[in-house]
């Protein structure tokens, strides 16, 4: 539960800096919504109108980071609260370029728009749905403050990196197949590794969950180890009490 404080200034600094952050993902999850159907149904119009989104999303950036700073600065936060605000200024930059990354996906959408519909490679509208299902995922995680949830959804990042590898090779496959595909095929690749980008900063969100609520950082501990086999065992993690 989030910690009741005796200044009545700062208990609304720290909620207002919880319904920026919500707002923000809401605005992300809505903008990687719209951006899948604009994909699926080639609608150009949608694209654009989705890639409009991503200026109150870098509003909402900058707002949050001069709070967190401003908070920083003239209260000093301690304990929970401190891990609260330096996770919310990490979490910002997930959900800033997890927005930069759906403009992406609407750019290529716009390009291939403009062309014949190439025949469905893989299965990109499945990625897609994962790439929504883990953010919505993270949030609620961050929402509820549950480790658990949050720990449950890293072990999907592996299927996703598979599903996107999947893709790639069948990409591959099409322009060796029929040159004249390569300006089309290009661009679903580059869609299919912005939707695998999405995810992994959804995965990133998960773990500055773990931490919120553990004070743990668990940030690369198992590549860590895995890569490293001669090394000493590493550290339990970073805590913050």
């Known amino acids: 539960m989030p910690t009741s404080h005796t200044s009545k200034v700062y208990e ?48 909402l950036e900058c707002e949050v980071d001069e709070l967190c700073m401003r908070i920083l600065a003239t209260r000093q936060p301690v304990a929970s609260d401190l891990r609260f605000v330096t996770t919310a200024l990490k ?39 994962e790439a929504i299902e883990v953010v919505h ?12 949830r949050a720990n449950q959804l890293l072990t999907r990042d592996d299927v996703i990196d598979e599903h996107y590898a999947r893709i790639f090779q069948e990409v591959l496959l099409v322009m ?26 959804a995965m990133n969100i998960a773990e500055s969950v773990v931490f919120l609520v553990k004070g743990t950082d668990i ?11 001669l090394s000493s065992p590493p550290p339990a993690g970073l805590r913050l009490r």
């Open 12 to 59: 609304h600094e720290l909620r207002t800096l919880r319904e920026k952050l919500l707002l923000m993902g809401s605005l992300v999850e809505e903008m990687i919504q719209k951006g899948s159907t604009a994909l699926t149904t080639r609608d150009t119009g949608l694209a654009k109108a989705t890639i409009r989104l991503d200026r109150r999303i870098n509003r």
């Open 176 to 201: 060796s197949r029929d040159p004249s595909t390569v300006y089309r095929a290009t661009r679903i690749q580059s869609i299919a590794k912005y939707l695998e980008r999405i995810a992994d900063h």
């Open 219 to 229: 940030r690369h501990h198992n590549r860590l180890k895995e890569n490293d086999p």
């Open 137 to 148: 995922e993270a949030l609620d995680a961050l929402v509820a403050r549950d480790c658990e």
């Open 91 to 129: 979490i910002v930059t997930d959900l800033e370029r997890v927005g930069d990354l759906v403009v992406n996906v609407c750019e290529r959408v716009q390009e291939l728009n403009e062309e014949p519909p190439l025949a469905p490679v893989a299965d990109l509208q499945g990625l897609a749905d």
